[in-house]
């Protein structure tokens, strides 16, 4: 063969590896259902929330994104904004934060992000927490603490915003932020934070291991779902008018990934996830509660649908 030959066919042949290598990517995108679990065989749980519980939404962001992203088998043509919303839990023995979202201070800490996920993210600002709370006249005083599905930087931006108001969250957790990480970045560079560790003290509630009732009346539970990050929780909640809400946290991005049990695809699993056969684990758990009780609103971190069942602040 003469060497323009040689050439050729060395170029034919990494075209071919290329092009292997990206359909191989690409098929990380396509649908891979795990298989559906049992549905979960219990009873719900008694809940006493008192007449004067309430809980809101406080919308605070968004990133742009499509259900390509968020899920194996979403399309790369369905736009599916992901939200950066706060919960505020109003309740007797003390309010609480869910999330913070993004705070006042994003944009000099989304400087702080690799750059890898800079260029990935553009994300639109609605108004911090903080703001929002304020303009509604809320008396701050009456938060007991924020408490954190997880400590990655688009759920903790806001913290900042509230000095001194505990940070409630397992020991897991915060021993990831200790550690250090590019994801962790804005609360560990947090001054002061005044993190409160809780215990599950309690059993196992709704097919996961062990739970901590925060108020006491089975209104609020949390239950450890690791995986996307070590110590990420799910939280149940149980309002007044009987809805029961699954705050699944970053277990899942959309809510497909428990009805559908398609987890993230490949490449964000590697990125965004500590262990994703953990996240596995608890997304097929979250698969056979909802199964069994398919009027329990599925409420992902970034999934509008679950979370605008919530009302505004006002
Ligand atoms: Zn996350
Ligand atoms: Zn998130």
Redesign the pocket.
């Given at each position: 063969m003469r060497r323009r030959d040689v050439l050729k066919v060395a170029l034919a042949a990494a075209a071919v590896a290329n092009y292997s290598a990206a359909a191989a990517f690409l098929s990380t995108y396509g649908p891979a259902p795990l298989d559906r679990p049992q549905p979960y065989q219990g009873q719900l749980r008694p809940a006493s929330p008192p007449p004067d519980m309430a809980a809101f939404r406080i919308p605070t962001g968004l990133n742009h994104r499509t259900a390509a992203f968020a899920y194996r088998g979403g399309a790369f043509s369905d736009q599916r904004d992901s939200v950066s919303t706060a919960v505020l839990v109003t309740h007797p023995r003390g309010d609480l934060l869910i999330d913070t979202g993004l705070g006042r201070q994003i944009d000099s800490q989304f400087l702080l992000l690799p750059a890898s996920l800079r260029v990935l993210t553009q994300y639109r600002k609605i108004g911090a927490a903080a703001d929002q709370l304020d303009a509604a006249g809320y008396d701050r005083t009456a938060l007991r603490g924020m408490l954190l599905t997880?400590a990655?930087w688009?759920?903790t931006s806001g913290v900042a915003d509230f000095p001194g108001v505990p940070v409630l969250l397992p020991q897991s957790e915060r021993d990831f932020i200790a550690a250090g990480g590019a994801?962790t970045q804005f609360i560990s560079n947090t001054a002061n934070v005044n993190y409160q560790v809780y215990d599950f003290e309690g059993g196992p509630y709704l097919g996961f291991p062990k739970s901590h009732d925060v108020y006491g009346d089975g209104s609020l539970v949390v239950v450890p779902a690791p995986g996307?990050?070590p110590g990420s929780v799910i939280t149940f909640m149980t309002l007044p008018d009987t809805r029961r809400f699954a705050l699944v946290?970053?277990l899942a991005w959309q809510r497909e990934g428990i009805t559908d049990l398609e987890e993230r695809p490949w490449l964000a699993r590697l990125q965004?996830d500590t262990d994703p056969r953990q996240v596995r684990d608890n997304l097929l758990r979250m698969s056979a509660v909802a199964q069994r009780f398919p009027e329990m609103i599925l409420a992902p971190a970034h999934d509008a649908r679950g979370v605008d069942q919530l009302p505004l602040l006002s």
């Open positions: 997880h990655h688009d759920h994801f996307h990050t946290g970053d965004d």
